[in-house]
């Protein structure tokens, strides 16, 4: 009983430890939504890129996060100077300018320059039917994202028309998750 007990234990414990968030391309989250429709949550990151980095390891393995956009989002993770082939709103996106090297910057995607996005990290946010909702740039700790992730999980984010709408939201904001 005491072997069961601490094999159980060993396995429930790996599978805290090892909790990831379910990484997909953008292609695969525009299937996916066609069949159980969710927003997308979108990590544009470059290989170069400290923060980038550093909200790898502090907020994408929270587990906290990690539920949550398993949970709520289909999650992308999305190399802005990448060579991945992206087919998006009858468009397809690629970079005829990617090098390929070891390290260091390389040419900035199309599909990174269609969203807008110049900095890095930048979370992009996507509505049930792909349309980008907000890119929100820079590092975000755990509880920073969390604003973002409860309010772009759904719809609520429709009901903000102006910054007193964010400010009520924001007030009765209250954190869940540990850091």
Avoid at 81 to 93: A, L, M, P, Q, S
């Amino acid at each position: 009983m005491k072997k069961i007990f601490a094999i159980l234990s060993l396995f429930f414990v790996h599978n805290l430890i090892s909790q990831e968030i379910n990484w997909i391309s953008m292609d695969k989250a525009l299937e996916l939504q066609k069949k159980v429709p969710k927003n997308i949550i979108m990590d544009v990151y470059t290989e170069w890129c400290g923060p980038c980095k550093i909200m790898d390891k502090n907020t994408f393995q929270n587990p906290d996060v990690v539920k949550f956009i398993n949970n709520n989002f289909y999650a992308i993770k999305f190399n802005a100077e990448g060579n991945e082939i992206v087919n998006y709103k009858d468009r397809k996106f690629d970079n005829p300018g990617y090098v390929i090297k070891d390290y260091g910057r390389n040419s900035s995607h199309n599909f990174t320059r269609y969203l807008g996005v110049n900095a890095y990290p930048t979370i992009v946010f996507f509505d049930k039917q792909a349309n980008p909702i907000a890119p929100i740039r820079g590092y975000l700790g755990p509880n920073q994202i969390e604003i973002y992730l409860k309010l772009f999980k759904g719809d609520d984010y429709k009901n903000i028309k102006s910054q007193d709408d964010f400010k009520i939201f924001m007030d009765s904001f209250e954190s869940e998750f540990r850091l």
